[in-house]
Nanobody
């Protein structure tokens, strides 16, 4: 089970830090990813990270503003979001793949995804 937290309402230019805690499975050997779904939009990738944190991938719209990280000892993945924009408004989800073979590139392409959290709402006001 994946549980996201840290969402909320923030003004444009502000910051939020999302957390995704895994229970019932160890995510330490798996790449992980963050995704989002805005109002009336399809779910899209945001960022992904390798099992050891050495490799990350981001979609262009968040590069330089968002940072994905992880603490395997806490079975947790984070998404630090800075310089938030109204277009970042969405429900944010974390996801884990079904196999440790999946790398950050696979994750960001929505490949091998198996477990999803319930999501956390992020609303950015202008």
């Amino acid at each position: 089970q994946l549980v996201e937290s840290g969402g909320g309402l923030v003004q444009a230019g502000g910051s939020l830090r999302l957390s995704c805690v895994a229970s019932g499975r160890s995510i330490g050997i798996y790449s992980m990813g963050w995704f989002r779904q805005g109002p009336g939009k399809e779910r899209e990738s945001v960022a992904s990270i390798s099992w050891n944190g050495d490799t990350t991938a981001y979609v262009d719209s968040v590069k330089g503003r968002f940072t994905i990280s992880r603490d395997n000892a806490k079975n947790t993945v984070y998404l630090q979001m800075n310089s938030l924009k109204p277009e970042d408004t969405a429900v944010y989800y974390c996801a884990a793949p079904s196999t440790p073979v999946a790398g950050p590139g696979d994750i960001i392409r929505h490949s091998y995804l198996e477990d999803w959290g319930q999501g956390t709402q992020v609303t950015v006001s202008s």
